[in-house]
């Protein structure tokens, strides 16, 4: 014989137990959304965050005046470095990707006076060995990981754009 309420009570347990689970879900759901909330990325997705300042190192290559545009296109400008500290970044990254790149210092307004790309004069620098040379008329300056160059502004070259973070919302 049939005892029709033995059937029903493990059916009713299973319907408590998924709403139970579910309320649980729900739960860790909304903690999670919390933390993430909490969370901030000061960088847009493909640009490396490091002391205040965004870094976007192009995986394409153009000349230094098409690199200064790039740049600003993305509301950003070739890279000015400031600080040992900020060489020594871009110099893991370059090491990383073993190539040259642009970076926004040259002279070609006055042979010999390196000025940064808004206009400040260079406070501090880290040439390679024997530069600048001004070899050929060499007025864009390259990024390597042992040292900037002085190098033509026409040839194509990797770029290293910068901007300030963003900000974090206060939650």
């Known amino acids: 014989m049939w005892d029709h309420q033995e059937n029903d009570h493990p059916v ?9 689970d579910l309320e ?14 909490g969370l901030c990325r000061p960088c847009p997705w493909n ?12 995986q394409t290559q153009n000349i230094w005046k098409a ?13 000015i470095i400031n600080s040992a500290e900020e060489q020594q970044f871009l110099k893991f990254w370059d090491t990383r990707n073993n190539r040259p790149a642009w970076i ?3 002279d070609h307004h006055n042979e010999g006076s390196w000025l940064w790309v ?5 406070n501090l620098s880290f040439w390679k060995e024997g530069e600048p040379n001004n070899h050929g008329e060499e007025d864009c300056v390259d990024f390597y990981s042992d040292g900037w160059n002085d190098n033509r502004c026409n040839r194509e ?4 754009c910068e901007k ?3 900000p974090c919302p206060v939650t």
């Open 67 to 79: 690199s200064i545009s790039a740049c600003q296109d993305m509301r950003a400008q070739l890279v």
């Open 24 to 37: 649980e879900i729900r739960e860790q759901l909304t903690r999670m959304n919390a933390t993430l909330a």
């Open 104 to 106: 926004g210092l040259s």
């Open 47 to 58: 640009w490396e965050f490091f002391q205040g300042s965004c870094y976007f190192f192009s």
């Open 164 to 166: 300030p973070s963003g």
């Open 12 to 20: 009713a347990v299973s319907a408590e137990r998924i709403q139970s």
């Open 157 to 160: 070259s990797f770029f290293i």
């Open 118 to 122: 808004d206009n400040t004069p260079v």
